[in-house]
């Protein structure tokens, strides 16, 4: 079992930054890809970038390409997402996950956090 917990949320305004971490505690979390997903009001929960196990390979969802950054700490059992030039679309609700392989679909992780908010005004 791995549990998860995210922070760093917030309410930012349009251009500002934000660094979400996700702490993994229950087993060593260099086992595990790390993925992070988010949900608005009214919208599905989509996927926004995720990272291998040893950090040498990231994906990320064409929206955030060239604004956002994952990252991991395994020494630190930490997975960080950091925000850069944030949009009002970037409102959601943001979850880490954490799974064997590194995937796009969330159903591909069986652990996930309780997310943290994330409020960007424009």
């Known amino acids: 079992q791995v549990q998860l917990v995210e922070s760093g949320g917030g309410l930012v305004q349009a251009g500002g930054s934000l660094r979400l971490a996700c702490a993994a505690s229950g087993r060593t979390l260099s086992m595990y890809a790390m993925g992070w997903f988010r949900q608005a009001p009214g919208k599905e929960r989509e996927f926004v970038a995720a990272i291998t196990g040893n950090g040498g390979t990231t994906t990320y969802t064409d929206s955030v390409k060239g604004r956002f950054a994952i990252s991991r700490d395994n020494a630190k059992n930490t997975v960080y997402l950091q925000m850069n030039t944030l949009k009002p679309e970037d409102t959601a609700v943001y979850y880490c996950?954490?799974?064997?392989?590194?995937?796009?679909?969330?159903?591909?992780?069986?652990?996930w956090g309780h997310g943290t908010q994330v409020t960007v005004s424009s």
């Open positions: 996950a954490a799974g064997l392989l590194m995937a796009r679909k969330g159903n591909q992780y069986p652990y």
